[in-house]
């Protein structure tokens, strides 16, 4: 397991290389991927976000512990919608594809809207790793950050 994940991780770190080193570009199969992603998370279907990752795939939240699993995943954004969470846009800026694996990297922006509260938003970046599941790309691994410094503790 430890060899199939540093082959992936070789894998990733070298096509992001390769891509640097012939500027960045993005696949227009991944970029369409990731409008559909907004879109589902945008109309409020945690449901529909969820499918577009493996079955065994891990979310990374920021100052959360990893989330496995799809329907955990999906637990996990439909408590982002109920608290507000919508309008997401994300926007690729290098993705490659190499055999059965693929990486996208962007940024994100953000609307929250709370029950109670000040409306919000936040600007951040992602990096995701696909892999081909028959002839769908799911997202496998997924990190993400705001751009904004961290809320003041009291």
């Known amino acids: 397991m430890t060899r199939r994940i540093a082959a992936i ?8 290389a390769v891509v640097i080193g012939q500027g960045a570009k993005t696949d227009p199969v991944l970029s369409k991927l990731a ?27 920021p100052n959360e512990a990893a989330v496995s699993g799809r329907s955990n995943i999906q637990a996990w954004f439909q408590k982002q ?7 997401l846009k994300l926007q690729p800026k290098e993705s490659r594809i190499a055999g059965d694996l693929a990486f996208e990297a962007g940024t994100y922006t ?20 696909m892999k081909k599941e028959g002839a769908d790309w ?6 993400f950050n705001s751009d904004l410094p961290p809320a003041a503790t009291k």
């Open 138 to 143: 799911k997202i496998s691994h997924d990190v």
């Open 9 to 16: 991780a070789a894998s990733v770190l070298l096509s992001a």
């Open 110 to 129: 953000i609307s929250i809207k709370p029950k109670s509260g000040p409306p919000v938003s936040d600007t951040g970046k992602y990096v995701v790793v």
């Open 35 to 61: 409008a559909d992603f907004s879109a589902a998370f945008s109309a409020g279907s945690a449901a529909k976000v969820a499918m577009h990752y493996t079955t065994d795939a891990t979310l990374m939240p």
């Open 81 to 87: 919608i109920d608290g507000g969470a919508g309008n």
